[in-house]
């Protein structure tokens, strides 16, 4: 038996920075050591402005501090998360300073804002295809994407602009540039490997089929660098050449379960 201790993941001392990564959209990160990964938060700007990702709990306070170099706190209009965990999601104290209305998928809507003590109820649900104009220029567009790697997990892809939000789709360990200039897929793969996170590699690779298809010019996972469409097809090679799924690796630790 392990005794479980109550953590914040020591995040509250993470260095955290912002980006600007296209016209008015901003990648608000910070780097784990004990992870070795990046925590990204995206901050896009239009008449109503919104985040992706709240980013996890012991970090919100730094992720606020940052988007208020940008906009005061209460013209965030809109807060959306991908799919529900911790670190997508966990910053939820956000909602005791803001009046942002959260988004999120009919799945995290039904499954997860339903149905807990105390999570806020106010929010949006959104499906496939459906459509969010925060103003003139950003207009997004919902991917429901299913057991990639959660089963309410969903994309964000602004049209005009053509910036893809993966969550953790294309996500790299490490602390390099908030653009990448190399291909590190192969350390991408690894990452699957050893975190297991996808059960299989099916609805992974039919989901980056998809996603290829939208042609973005930019892709912002939730950790690691934001890749250019230069590099994106390295990344999605290397998806659907290699297999990464659960192979009894749970966040680096060998569960001693037959899987067959
Ligand atoms: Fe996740
Ligand atoms: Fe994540």
Known sequence: ???VKKTDFNLRDTNVDISEITDGIYRISGFSNEFGITFNQFLI???????????????YKKIEE???????LHKLVYVSFLHFE???WGGMEFLESSDAKLVCSDLSSKLNMMGWYNVPVDHISVWDNDILKIGKKRHFKFIMTPHVHHWDSMM??????????????FIQPGNNKPIISEDISESMINLYRGAGIFAS?????????????LLPNMV??????????????KYTEAIMKNDFGYSGILLGQRLETIIS
């Open 86 to 88: 911790s670190d997508e």
């Open 45 to 59: 700007i239009d008449e109503k402005p919104m985040l992706i990702h709240t980013g996890p709990i012991g970090m």
């Open 66 to 72: 940052k988007i208020k170099e940008v906009i005061p």
């Open 1 to 3: 038996m392990r005794e």
């Open 156 to 169: 964000i892809f602004e049209e005009n602009t053509k910036s893809l939000f993966t969550s953790d789709l």
């Open 220 to 233: 912002y996972p939730m950790h690691g660098s934001c890749i250019d469409k230069s590099l994106f097809s």
């Open 201 to 213: 590699e099916k609805p992974v690779r039919n989901t980056t089929r998809r996603l290829a298809d």
